[in-house]
């Protein structure tokens, strides 16, 4: 059975970046998406952010003004079929309303039903009634915090990357000011974006829904057959569902031990780790990163401008 893409759901400023640049180096099994979501999120006709939504210009000038949650999830397609396995990431509030509203499944990934349209429709949330229809004649699943349908969702492997909000807040902070928003674009710190509380109520709809868990990706079940490997218990697939182990990367882990928790990663995703993921200098690697960051300037310099992935020579006050 084919694998599923991975994908890493994490919020903004968590060193993402540097952790993907280490999939990056595995091209011959894995193909990097990095975070299509924001396209719709930010500047198609579905967008949820408001973040641009008075400046059409600047919409059109990204090129990504026409992109919907349809059109990246049929790109996710054609990537998955082209040959090597999609690794994903992305930010999870770009699956997200803004400021906690309620969610209803995005125009274009819904199936429109009979007498109920979508022409002239601006954005996707709406007051929700009790059939499962909004106000705005879209329909929501209930438990689903997402505009994203769980059939979709249930597509992937997801895993998790989170950071202390001491370190990762101030960081995205620092994008939105002088002199960083001049290169960012983004001119104003918005707390919604600062992808917590998304992050963890994407978390709790995926346990309950069982597309996670209800292991830990701790090693510890693998001996005796009841690990979960791309969707299926153990090797005879008895019990299965659709989810996987949980497995949830802290940042301070990874730039105290990149070594370790990669490969502990690469255990729990189903994938081959080798020593030689942790450095990228090579001119293909450099041009690999440089296509694939370029459409979010300012916010991935250190990541893009590094060639390995080293211990921290000193441990995190927040591990202290």
């Not at 996710?76 to 803004?98: C, N, Q, T």
């Not at 960083?180 to 918005?190: M, W």
Request: glycine residues 8%.
């Amino acid at each position: 059975m084919a694998k599923k893409p991975i994908f890493v759901a994490t919020h903004p400023r968590a060193c993402s970046t540097a952790f993907e640049r280490v999939f990056m180096t595995r091209r011959d099994t894995l193909r990097c998406v990095h975070e299509p979501f924001g396209d719709a999120f930010y500047y198609g006709p579905e967008r949820l952010g408001r973040r641009y939504e008075d400046d059409e210009e600047a919409r059109i000038a990204t090129g990504f003004s026409n992109s919907t949650y349809k059109t990246i999830f049929e790109r996710l397609d054609r990537e998955a079929s082209e040959g090597p396995r999609p690794f994903i990431k992305d930010m999870v509030y770009y699956l997200f309303p803004e400021d906690g509203k309620p969610a209803s499944i995005a125009p274009s990934l819904q199936q429109v039903k009979r007498g109920i349209g979508t022409e002239g429709a601006n954005g996707v949330n709406g007051a929700h009634s009790s059939n499962g229809v909004s106000s705005n004649g879209f329909t929501h699943e209930p438990g689903n915090p997402t505009v994203v349908p769980k059939e979709l969702l249930s597509k992937f492997h997801f895993a998790f990357l989170i950071r202390d909000p001491h370190y990762s807040i101030p960081s995205y902070y620092r994008c939105t000011i002088p002199p960083l928003d001049k290169v960012t674009g983004f001119y104003e710190f918005y707390e919604s974006e600062a992808g917590y509380e998304e992050v963890r109520r994407f978390f709790d709809y995926l346990r309950a829904v069982q597309m996670i868990g209800p292991h830990l990706a701790s090693g510890k079940n693998a001996a005796n057959g009841s690990a979960v490997t791309n969707g299926n218990h153990g090797a005879s697939g008895s019990n299965a569902h659709e989810g996987v182990e949980i497995c949830v990367v802290d940042a301070d882990d990874l730039l105290d031990n990149p070594a370790g928790v990669i490969e502990r990663f690469c255990i729990s995703v189903g994938e081959e780790f080798t020593p030689d993921m942790l450095n990228w200098e090579s001119k293909e690697d450099q041009a690999t990163a440089k296509e694939a960051f370029e459409k979010w300037p300012g916010f991935h310099e250190d990541a893009m401008h590094s060639t390995s992935l080293k211990p921290r020579l000193h441990v995190s006050e927040a591990l202290v």
